[in-house]
DNA sequence: AGCAAGTAATTAACATGTTAAATAAATAGC
DNA sequence: GCTATTTATTTAACATGTTAATTACTTGCT
């Protein structure tokens, strides 16, 4: 049997878990939970988004951010209304309330990234970050590949 | 704003969610949660555990892990008793039972990674292990080194 | 046009995780 | 040696996530 060490998705957890400790006391302050600001910031960069196109880029299933969408809109940090064209389709952007949270949250948010980068070293941090991607990458082909 | 791209906790939940992905269905067979999952394994590794060591371990809050290995033990995977010298203590252990599971999944889950590591590049690989395990161990002497 | 099949999002029922309070046992200070 | 504090775990109340079923709409077929 692989030694535990040698789990990567132990390994990811971890690393994750080590990285949110930093930053959950800022969530805490803003009044926003580890989900909420992925939508919250998700939704800076772009006009206008589709539910589903959303949940895919921050790894959220629908009926969780379904409620999600369903609370931060009762808060006025995000809006949201039917498609146009296909009215089955959810809209989702960010208000200017919104907005706000976010560009609080990005100044204490920034300032950690740099300790973490410090901490890590920049070399070491930006290897990191190109692994992960490219493992992101061939994995999901991976995944893709081989339906059903 | 940093791009969401550049998101390192994102990144490393993406990065998971996709190796999972080729794990779950393995996991489904065997009849445990990911969780449990994890028990049985760290488990594998030691004769008896403290349930706060293990909690520790792998990534799991005591109220979780608590009702975890009252599941585990009903199920008769694990054992648990209590300290001899210090009675608060809880000792956890695997039974053959448990050990079974975890040797069924095991043969699946070799087979995973080494698709895994075949899509990813065995390089590629040992540098991702290689840069997760410096980072976990950075960013812990960097959340220890700051208490309250 | 009219209906079958498919798709996007929501709801419902349930499982799991989380925070805070409670329990139980150990240690420390007097 | 007794009380106060700390430590390990559990319980309770609540928040969140998950799977399956439902609703509402669209698309394709004839």
């Known amino acids: 049997m692989r030694p535990l060490q040698q789990s990567l998705p132990l390994k990811l957890l971890m690393a994750r878990e080590a ?18 600001w992925r939508v919250l910031r998700a939704l800076c960069e772009r006009e206008e988004v589709e539910a589903g196109e959303l949940a895919e880029a921050i790894c959220l299933k629908m009926p969780s951010l379904s ?3 369903a609370d931060l809109s009762r ?9 146009v064209d ?12 919104g907005r706000a949270v976010v560009e ?3 100044r204490h948010s ?3 990234y740099a ?3 410090d901490a890590v070293g920049a070399k070491a941090y930006a290897a990191l970050m190109d692994d992960l991607e490219e493992a992101i990458t061939k994995l999901n082909s991976l995944n893709q590949g081989a339906p059903d």
């Not at 949110?20 to 939970?33: C, D, I, K, Q, W």
């Not at 808060?75 to 498609?83: H, K, P, Q, S, T």
């Open 75 to 83: 808060d006025r940090l995000i809006n949201r209304r039917n498609g």
């Open 104 to 106: 609080k949250m990005a």
């Open 115 to 117: 300790q973490i980068q």
């Open 67 to 69: 409620r999600i969408i």
């Open 86 to 97: 296909d009215k089955r389709l959810r809209l989702v952007s960010i208000t200017p309330k």
């Open 110 to 112: 920034e300032k950690e």
């Open 19 to 36: 990285v949110m400790e930093r930053f959950r006391p800022h969530l805490l302050e803003a009044g926003v939970t580890e989900q909420q």
